[in-house]
């Protein structure tokens, strides 16, 4: 069945250290692919979200490209700010009519 | 513009009791997805309803149920409550089906369960 397979957290940055997050998926077809961050003790926020390879979501200094190739997903950010510690989950969509489908979530600590 | 609300935000329950979570999704949004984040599973699939209707459901237990109503609130019920239930259970809307390619899906903060 379709998966997401994330990196293993927590990731401890220092503020303005570069980030990467991988994400890799399994799925048949050409899934949706997101990124969503959840702030302590929040729901789930939409960070960004593409809908076919190699087109490249981006919000809040985020970045991350749909690699049909590698079945890939990560997400970058060039300089991390202490108020970007959060979790942040990889997920994949069908437009077939299944769920989201999600990681098991990366923490990412960042201190001043 | 009111994001998607969940009552109650925290809840204890003794085992063997049932449990009533409620979900407004955004004004004009008629698809309402509920999920189940433990720390040992993650974030999991429970079902998604559109226009009263369940589209889809997950792999959980018969104790698990839903329902939408014509203004597209919903709410879901968990019978015969286990220690294992305890989570946060998050509602998500999105204007169409949760999976057509372009719709957004907005999560609420979530209701916290937990089974003593």
């Keep these: ?112 | 513009k009111a994001g998607v609300t969940q009552t109650p935000r925290y809840l204890i329950k003794t085992r063997g009791q049932q449990v009533t979570l409620s979900c407004s999704p955004i004004s004009g949004h008629r698809s309402v997805s509920w999920y189940q984040q433990t720390p040992g599973q993650g974030l999991q699939f429970l079902f998604e309803y559109f226009s009263e209707t369940q589209r889809n459901k997950g792999n959980f237990p018969g104790r698990f149920s839903g329902r939408q109503f014509s203004n597209s609130r919903s709410e879901m019920n968990v019978s015969t409550l286990e220690l294992g239930d305890s989570a946060l259970y998050l509602c998500a809307s999105s204007l169409g089906s949760a999976t057509q390619s372009g719709n957004t899906i907005y999560f609420g903060e979530g209701s916290w369960l937990t089974v003593v």
């Excluded at chain 1, 899934?31 to 190699?54: H, R």
């Excluded at chain 1, 490209?65 to 989950?89: I, M, N, P």
Aim: hydrophobic share 35%.
């Design chain 1, 1 to 112: 069945g379709d998966s997401v397979t994330q990196m293993e957290g927590p990731v401890t940055l220092s503020e303005e250290a570069f980030l990467t997050i991988n994400c890799t998926y399994t799925a048949t077809g050409y899934p949706s692919l997101f990124w969503y961050v959840q702030y302590p003790g929040e729901g789930l926020q939409l960070l960004l979200k593409a809908t076919k390879a190699d087109d490249k979501g981006s919000n809040k200094g985020f970045e991350a490209t749909y690699r049909k190739e590698t079945t890939s997903f990560h997400l970058e950010k060039g300089s991390v700010q202490v108020s970007d510690s959060a979790v942040y989950f990889c997920a994949l969509a069908h437009q077939a009519g299944t769920a989201l489908i999600f990681g098991k979530g990366t923490t990412l600590s960042v201190s001043s």
